[in-house]
Every structure is written in C-alpha cells, then in structure tokens.
C-alpha cells in the first residue's frame, strides 16, 4: 500500500500539487445563495404551471372519479360541483355485491349505457368505468356510474372488476402518468346529449403528477435550503 505522506512527497517534488476534492457542504457553501434562490424559484414556477394546467377550466363539462371516492363535475363556466362516491351494489351484468359508484342525475336524457375499460402499459385491464341503465321518479333520473379498479390499493374502487360487460364497450388506454381523459364520441358509453357540446372524463387511477412533482420540488428545495443554511462541520 502506497503511503499517503510518501505519495505527498513525490508530488511535491515533481511540481504537481494534490488538490482534496471538496465536500458537498463546502460546494454548497461556496454557490452563491441568490443563484440557488433563483434555480429553486424557477423549478417550483415550472412545476406550478404544470399542475395549474391539470387543474385548467375545462371547455366541456368534465367529470373526474378518484379510487379513493372523490368526484366532481367541472362546467365551462368556472361552476364545480362535488361529486362523492359510495360502496353500493352493481345492478349490471356480472356487477358486484361492493363497488365504488357515483350518482349522476342527467336532466333530460341519460348518459348512454356502456363500459369503458382501461388498459394498462401491458394491456392487461386495469381500470372499468361503467355507465349502468338510469332509473326514473318523481324527481328525475338518477343514474349510476361505477368506478371499478383491479389495482389492489385498498381505495373504494379496488374490489376487483365485474365478471361480465355490458354489449356496449369501448376500449382505451391508460395514461400512466396522470389521468386519462376520456371524451366519449356519438354512441359511446357515457355521452351526455344534454350538453351541446357532450362531455368528458378524467379517470384517476395514478397519482396526480402535478401535485406530486410540485411536493417534490418543494422538499428538494428546502433540502438545498438547509444544507446551505447549515454550518460545515
């Protein structure tokens, strides 16, 4: 083993200075804290406008179902109205004893009947919204929207998926990195002909990214913060 005051010496005497590689406290000392106020306030803007764009006034009226229950129906106009799910029974074909459902009540003619069935990255189905039959009283329509979800998370929605479909299916694609939208076009299930424009879905069976990557610039920040802050042992 070379020892280390030798190695010091031949360095010295060939003119070659061994320079120590500086500690991450010491880089962190030595960065101007302006600039890294500046960096920090850039990113958090970046993942600010990223999330606001998630949460932007939607130009149709928009449905969102969370696994965990949480609903709501944005209108164009700004107006959001909340849309909470329960555990009931599914009255479709092959629906279960416990699933997660949101009651909807269109004003003149029901969402059109049908399944949506969601596919994950290795086409297998992750994910069912199903639009049941609407039933009629004295005070209108109620019709029942299902959230099924075979992730197994232990939210409302994770109770498995119906052992059978409903003859009017349509198939799409799971976003994996936030949630899929989903605009039914004529004849496709959950179409609402009450609004002149229709309306779409958005699907939550992954973590809202904009939320997510905003708490992690946030924590990564204040990590930086501190360190800096901190004194070199």
Known sequence: MIDAAASAAVYAKIGVRCCPIPSIDQTLQNVNPMKISRIVLAVLFALAASANTLRAVPSLPTFSFHENGQGKLELPIGVVIPFPGALTTDPGPGGLLSALAFTAHPQVNPLVVGDVVLLDASGHVSDILRFDEATSSASGLTQLIFFYSNDHGGLLADTGLPSLMLSNT????????????????????????????????????????????????????????????????
């Open 170 to 233: 349509i198939t799409i694609q799971e976003n994996p990195s936030g949630p899929t939208v989903y605009i039914p076009a004529a004849g496709q299930p959950g179409l609402s002909t009450d609004s002149p424009l229709g309306d779409s879905f958005r699907i939550f069976s992954t973590p809202d990214t904009g939320s997510t990557f905003l708490m992690l610039g946030s924590a990564i920040a204040g990590f930086v913060f501190l360190r800096w802050k901190m004194p070199a042992v």
